[in-house]
């Protein structure tokens, strides 16, 4: 069984930085695409944020946080991390983990939409002040 973890969320000032964990069980990293999105307050859908695809290092990340954020694994430990710096109040979301496996032979050409993933994480909430 799938589980995915989200830790590391909280309050921080504008321009200040969170680095939240993504703790995961249950899958292989090397046969998987993980994903970090976003539901901000009054939204209805998640927005890709960032994703991660360990067999071949690809990252992707959403216009408006490159830059700014970073994605990073550690096959290890199961875990995945997002670096955020420069936070600004419109970050202010529930970040979720998302996982879903991907034979290695399928290339991964940009961040895959919220319906692409099956797997998900309960969220952990970021709030951003002004």
């Known amino acids: 069984e799938v589980q995915l973890v989200e830790s590391g969320g909280g309050l921080v000032q504008a321009g200040g930085s969170l680095r939240l964990s993504c703790k995961a069980s249950g899958f292989t990293f090397d046969d998987s695409v993980i994903g970090w999105f976003r539901r901000a307050p009054g939204k209805g859908r998640r927005e890709g944020v960032s994703c991660i695809r360990s067999s071949d290092s690809s990252e992707y990340y959403a216009d408006s946080v490159k830059g700014r954020f970073t994605i990073s694994s550690d096959n290890a430990k199961n875990t995945v991390y997002l670096q955020m710096n420069s936070l600004k109040p419109e970050d202010t979301a529930v970040y979720y983990c998302?996982?879903?496996?991907?034979?290695?032979?399928?290339?991964?050409?940009?961040?895959?939409?919220?319906?692409?993933?099956?797997?998900w994480g309960q969220g952990t909430q970021v709030t951003v002040s002004s």
């Open positions: 998302a996982q879903q496996k991907m034979p290695r032979r399928t290339k991964l050409v940009d961040l895959p939409p919220e319906l692409f993933f099956t797997s």
